[in-house]
Nanobody
Framework: QVQLVESGGDSVQAGSSLRLSCAAS????????TTWFRQPPGKEREFVAS??????????YYADSVKGRFTISKDNAKNTVDLHMDSLQPEDTAVYYC???????????????????WGQGTQVTVSS
């Protein structure tokens, strides 16, 4: 069983930066596809960024809406996955969730319903 705990959410002004962190326990994050999703108020959960497990090459994928502003990274020694967010905008306001799975195929990594493990979420609020 994998447990995920997010941290780092905050209320910030537009243009600010934040770093979210997801701490995993129960399994090495090296062997997990780890992904950040977000759920804006009144909307469905959406894909943000993913970093694949080492066995599939560890490649990184971003949603078009965050490409160039957000960076996902994995620290295998600490068993954490971070999401560094720059140039935050009001439309980035959401609850951010960390998700993980051990056996996804590439075509599934953007699909929230394919993940077995989820954190509790952390709130990011960006005001203009």
């Amino acid at each position: 069983q994998v447990q995920l705990v997010e941290s780092g959410g905050d209320s910030v002004q537009a243009g600010s930066s934040l770093r979210l962190s997801c701490a995993a326990s129960g399994r090495s994050i090296r062997n997990l596809d780890t992904t950040w999703f977000r759920q804006p108020p009144g909307k469905e959960r959406e894909f943000v960024a993913s970093i694949r497990r080492s066995g599939t090459g560890g490649r990184i994928y971003y949603a078009d809406s965050v490409k160039g502003r957000f960076t996902i990274s994995k620290d295998n020694a600490k068993n954490t996955v971070d999401l560094h967010m720059d140039s935050l905008q009001p439309e980035d306001t959401a609850v951010y969730y960390c998700a993980a799975d051990s056996s996804l195929i590439l075509s599934s990594i953007r699909m929230a319903n394919q993940y077995d493990y989820w954190g509790q979420g952390t709130q990011v609020t960006v005001s203009s």
